[in-house]
């Protein structure tokens, strides 16, 4: 249980995104979170899970042999 808590400014910051995305994802229950009384902390490791099972990988296509018909 080593997991830091982040409040939701931080999380936001660390996304890259405001505060409304974090508290979003919170009232659609998208992101594990805990309530400590009226305040709201979301665990790093939450974070962690919602980017990676949102990471889209690149499609690796096999190159055309010959250049592009006109």
Do not use: C, W
Not at 24 to 53: D, N, Q, T
Request: proline content about 6%; charged content about 35%.
């Amino acid at each position: 249980m080593n997991d830091r808590y982040l409040s939701v400014d931080q999380v936001a910051e660390l996304l890259g995104t405001t505060a409304r995305f974090p508290r979003r994802l919170i009232e659609e229950r998208r992101i594990r979170y805990v309530k400590v009384g009226r305040h709201v902390r979301i665990p790093e490791s939450a974070v962690a899970e919602f980017v990676s099972s949102h990471t889209v990988e690149p499609i690796r296509r096999p190159r055309a042999r010959y250049g592009r018909a006109a």
